[in-house]
């Protein structure tokens, strides 16, 4: 219904080409007596107000290159030295400059001796990015760059996560270039610290923000690795292995080659010892143990959120998840690959596979401390064995068409198989009544697929700070499988009651997306520039389980319509909106004020009266303003709304039985979560002392929160048109008004 609609503004979108020239200048650097090149020569470019437009260093013959945006007249200087200065004006009016040979002149003095003595420095801060030294901090030789990270002031490890100025880190960069894509582990777990120069700590802009050079606030902490001088061509890698009691074993290693612009990582790794180098994409959301919706907790799933007027749908970076609880066999492979071709198309390319085995082995008590449940307990054993095989592929590809048009292009799959297993027992009492007793087993075979793929075209104008930026994305997933559930229940009420469950189940979950936006900006006033921007979006779920209970009289399964449903969910944006910002040396500020118009559409294939359409409008505004009053010390403010839909889980009313006293189902009612954000950050930092101090504090407000709400049944009845016996309990997603949180 609504791909028709929009299909020709999609396609005019991802249609318009430009093609504009490219200046290069180009020359050899020579020895005046010798004849012979000198390599490693810096040749710099400038305009006529000194202001650098290009730069390049000569090769092993001596010759350089020179690509720039520029035309006019400029200024060709090389210092080098025991070498006189070397100065020239040239014109640059065609597609190639061809300088020629520059002859350079030695230039001796005869000096006194001279004794030099200074400090190394721990850091220096350049602008926004703090720059560590790295060999101000002492490694062992086979250290790992996560190992030398962890003595650098800043940054921290912890339960596999790395943070930098008290902001998870997003992404980490060599030289950089992408390193298995978002995968922040692999890159420092396996990168050596022997090659490392410099660490460097940065807000990174999003592709169209670094382009466009409107700073939008919407920044993602990174990780840039400088590699010591030398190692640009150079091969290194390692093995190791180790056994010890228990028969615990661990062994893996990695290569890494590094040729100019092609570099290839390869790294492996098999042990039992709960060690992963790498992050799981696990796109089912199973882990460990079967997961049960619901226990108060928030899953926005495969909603769509939309965010202080600009749209964005579910990654496969929404996935990413720690290292797994319980004891852990892995067997792993990775692969990285990056290089540059014809001086203008940067690929990045990684493969991950993944071969897992998770035992965890729960112990949970819950005690109720509500005046209607006062004295009620819950206690639960549960041991789970999960097999996981997982496939990851992530790329990047960069045209930098000329100097004036690039094409970015980013495709992703992950495919997924999970078959967890877990037998568990619980007991409800009040004070020492046993209310119920239960012991389940529960088995389920899954699979999963996440294709997404986004291009972005961007175009610069002949006037500085005029550009245009096309985007489109897509993106398809699948869940699919099917589990098998018995429990043997007892309920201890006047009379007791014993309930045998034995089912079978079939699941199946698709999404479909696609969406497609529109940004210009233009000079405004000066140091000023406005944005404008439009999104359109269109996403599809469709969810649907069958139940069969097995009758033992008639020893055939039967479909259990209480437990099965069919429901497709349809949802789409359209948002427009004006942005203003003002930069000068000591401030960066930013204001957005968007307006969305959301449809919703739920379409219960079982309950026809259920189907539900709503539409939705919001103003989004946001505001960032940046302070810094010197290199060291910067203090920022973010305020930012965003919508967000409930996903195809939230909304499936039918009811989840896994553990049949802790019952969940949806809630085909919810409304979109409409949220306030507010965060500041204040940073100052000591370079000579190697000291940071950084305070971090935000918090939100929603008028539509979606949380969960829990009924404890205190007697046998029916809520929600589900019959609950004493003691058991039931989840379902709620919208909650006055909701907020704060945070340091």
Request: glycine fraction near 8%.
């Amino acid at each position: 219904m609504y791909s028709k609609r929009y299909l020709f503004v999609i396609l005019l979108l991802n249609t318009i080409y430009l093609l504009n020239a490219q200046n290069i200048i180009k020359g050899k650097v020579i020895d005046n007596k010798t004849k012979k090149g000198i390599k490693f020569v810096n040749v710099l470019f400038t305009d006529l107000q000194k202001q650098q437009v290009g730069l390049a260093q000569t090769d092993a013959l001596g010759a350089f290159q020179i690509q720039t945006n520029f035309e006019g007249k400029g200024l060709l200087k090389i210092n080098f030295i025991g070498y006189k200065a070397f100065e020239k004006n040239i014109n640059i009016s065609k597609k190639n400059t061809n300088i020629g040979d520059i002859l350079l002149e030695e230039s001796s003095m005869q000096l006194k001796e001279v004794l030099v003595k200074e400090k190394q420095p721990l850091a220096v801060q350049k602008g926004d990015t703090t720059e560590i030294n790295a060999e101000a901090y002492k490694a062992n030789p086979d250290a790992t760059a996560q190992d030398l990270m962890e003595k650098m002031p800043g940054i921290k490890v912890q339960d596999g996560k790395i943070q930098a100025h008290g902001e998870d880190v997003k992404k980490v960069l060599i030289d950089g270039k992408e390193s298995f894509g978002e995968d922040v582990n692999a890159t420092i777990q396996n990168f050596p610290a022997e090659m490392i120069d410099k660490v460097q700590i940065f807000d990174k802009l999003s592709d169209r923000a670094e382009f466009t050079g409107f700073n939008d606030g919407e920044t993602s902490k990174t990780i840039n690795i400088v590699t010591k001088y030398g190692m640009k061509k150079t091969t290194s890698g390692k093995v190791y292995a180790g056994y010890g009691t228990n028969d615990r074993y661990q062994a893996g290693g990695n290569l890494n080659v590094f040729r100019g612009e092609r570099r290839i990582t390869l790294l492996f790794q098999s042990n039992n010892t709960n060690q992963q180098n790498f992050s799981i994409a696990d796109i089912l959301g199973a882990s460990g143990s079967n997961s049960r919706r619901g226990g108060g907790g928030r899953s926005r799933g495969g909603g769509m959120r939309s965010s202080g007027g600009s749209g964005h749908n579910s990654s496969l970076s929404d996935f990413m998840v720690s290292d797994n609880s319980g004891i852990n066999q892995t067997n792993a492979f990775g692969i990285n690959y990056t290089d540059k071709y014809w001086n203008k198309v940067k690929v990045n390319g990684s493969y991950f596979f993944n071969l897992s085995n998770n035992k965890t082995e729960k112990d949970i008590y819950r005690e109720y401390i509500n005046n209607e449940n006062s004295g009620q307990t819950y206690n639960e054993n549960s041991l789970s064995n999960t097999d996981n095989i997982n496939h990851r592929l992530n790329m990047r590809i960069e045209w930098q068409i000329d100097t004036a048009n690039s094409l970015l292009i980013i495709p992703k799959l992950t495919f997924q198989q999970n078959k967890p297993k877990t037998d568990y027992t619980g007991t409800t009492l009040i004070g020492n009544d046993i209310i119920n007793d239960i012991n389940s087993n529960y088995n389920s075979n899954l699979n999963g697929l996440n294709i997404s793929n986004n291009l972005l075209f961007r175009h610069k104008f002949k006037k500085i700070g005029r550009t245009i930026t096309l985007g489109m994305n897509g993106e398809y997933s699948e869940n699919s499988g099917n589990s098998d559930l018995y429990s043997y229940n007892q309920y201890n009420n006047e009379i007791i009651t014993i309930e045998e469950i034995s089912q079978d189940a079939n699941s199946n979950q698709y999404g479909r997306g696609i969406s497609a936006n529109i940004s210009y900006t233009e000079p405004f006033i000066k140091k000023s520039l406005l944005m404008f921007d439009y999104q359109i979006g269109y996403k599809n779920s469709s969810s649907d389980k069958y139940t069969y209970n097995y009758e033992t009289q008639q020893v055939i399964y039967t479909l259990d319509s209480s437990l099965s449903n069919m429901l497709e969910n349809n949802y789409m944006t359209n948002n427009a909106g004006v942005s203003y910002m003002f930069n000068d040396t000591n401030n960066n500020v930013v204001f957005k004020l968007n307006y969305q118009m959301s449809d919703l559409q739920n379409n219960d294939m079982f309950f026809i009266d259920k189907n539900i359409n709503k539409t939705f409008y919001n103003f989004l505004p946001s505001l960032m303003y940046r302070y810094r009053n010197s290199k060291r010390k910067s203090i920022q403010i973010n305020y930012r709304t965003s919508v967000n839909a409930p996903s195809i889980e939230q909304l499936q009313d039918v009811l989840n039985n896994n553990n049949p006293t802790q019952l969940s189902k949806g809630n085909t009612d919810l409304k979109t979560d409409y949220q306030h954000n507010l965060f500041a950050r204040y940073f100052n930092t000591n370079t000579d002392k190697g000291m940071t101090f950084f305070a971090l504090i935000g918090g939100g407000f929603s008028n539509n929160y979606i949380g969960n709400n829990t009924f404890v049944a205190e007697n046998d009845t029916i809520i929600n048109n589900v019959a609950l016996f004493s003691g058991s309990q039931l989840t379902v997603p709620e919208n909650m008004t006055g909701y907020y949180n704060l945070r340091s």
